[in-house]
């Protein structure tokens, strides 16, 4: 919870900057990560599974 508090702390700060620096360029096209890889939906939910499932049991080979 406090991390959660502290990142909108953040984000309430630099919002003003955000806003005339890089939302002021104009409007922003919304592309999901399966178009900007140029990858099948499916494909992308199965490597991203994968990559979760590696980096939850490398700390356990490596007994940390």
């Not at 919870?1 to 900057?17: K, N, Q, T």
């Not at 990560?33 to 991203?48: A, D, G, H, Y």
Request: aromatic share 12%.
């Amino acid at each position: 919870m406090v991390g959660l508090v502290i990142g909108a702390g953040f984000f309430a700060e630099l919002y003003p900057l955000l806003r005339k620096r890089v939302l002021a360029r104009g409007p922003f096209p919304a592309v999901t990560v399966p178009e900007f890889l140029k990858l099948n939906l499916w494909m992308v939910i199965i490597l991203t599974e994968a990559f979760m499932m590696g980096v939850l049991i490398l700390p356990e080979y490596l007994g940390l």
